[in-house]
């Protein structure tokens, strides 16, 4: 490997330097993702019964209680729970976009190394020839072992391009459907959070509708 690289000229310097931010940031984004994860289920299961109890407060304290993006979008939401649906579902929405950008950090960057490391082949493979031509001409097309050196150099640097840039692109499609699917997951739960909370309103507001009917027949 030592060798190749050596052969593949100056240009593999900056396809190096590309792969280890690429790796770096694979690797990070992939224990960031892993540590966000939830047990919707269960979760939502706690908060979703104290809903039905009508125990905002409860539900507000399961909330806080978990752990991870989802914990936190939908405790913004509850925290709101009073104020009714309408400001509930602004909170959800406005957190869950905080969540969003902070589970797609470093995207950006993936995408980068994947496009500019076949580009960087491709120079290489330019330079490679250059000097092949160059070579050629010195020699007078004599010593064909002078135009090979140019020409191995082209080859290694667009295969190291290519070879760093298709596992890049691949990671990052991954850590992309990660994304989406937690995505998904919020969207529905957010659904389910707020039917639940519509739900035990008009139960709440049932119930001081039956109140004040029994009081005033009381009065009568």
Known sequence: MIELFQKGGPTMWPILFLSIIGVAIAVERFVVLFRERTDTEMFLARIMAALE????????????SGKG??????????EKVRKGRGEVEKAIAARGSIEIS??????????????????????????????????????????????????????????????????????????LSMVNKFVMEMEESSTRILDAIETAQEKQAKKLSKDEIGGKYLEV
């Open 53 to 64: 109890a009508q125990k905002y407060e409860e539900a507000l304290a399961e909330a806080r």
């Open 69 to 78: 993006a989802m914990a936190r979008i939908l405790t913004a939401g509850l």
């Open 102 to 175: 902070k589970l797609e950090r470093g995207f950006m960057a993936l995408q980068v190394v994947a496009k500019l490391e076949p580009l960087l082949g491709f120079f290489g493979t330019v330079t490679g020839m250059i000097n092949s031509f160059a070579a050629m001409a010195s020699v007078n097309g004599s010593d064909p072992a002078a135009v090979a050196n140019g020409i191995s150099e082209a080859l290694i640097t667009t295969a190291a391009g290519l070879a760093i840039a298709m596992p890049i692109f691949f990671v990052h499609s991954i850590l």
